[in-house]
């Protein structure tokens, strides 16, 4: 059966809202499980880190990974 235009579109849109209410709380704690894990890899480690870390230290200090300092890594490790 097809919806029309507006209908169709308010659906897409209650859909969206449902969806993102769903997913914010597993996301959550997916980010909170992954900045343990690399925290515990960037203690436990010695420079030159891996991507996925240096991947994530950029994310996480919004730089490149090829700018990234000790004195950063200090700060965050702190």
């Known amino acids: 059966m097809a919806y029309p235009r507006k209908l169709r579109f308010e659906l897409r849109?209650?859909?969206q809202t449902e969806t993102r209410e769903k997913n914010t709380g597993r996301?959550?704690?997916?980010?909170?499980?992954r900045d343990a894990k690399m925290l515990a890899k960037l203690r436990a480690g010695t420079p030159p880190y891996t991507p996925d870390v240096m991947s994530w230290l950029s994310s996480k200090l919004g730089?490149?990974?090829?700018?990234?300092?000790a004195d950063d890594?200090?700060?965050?490790?702190?």
Do not use: M
Request: aromatic share 0%; no cysteine; charged share 40%.
């Open 13 to 15: 849109r209650q859909r």
């Open 27 to 33: 996301k959550l704690a997916e980010r909170r499980r």
């Open 63 to 69: 730089k490149r990974a090829t700018n990234v300092t």
């Open 73 to 78: 890594l200090a700060a965050l490790t702190g």
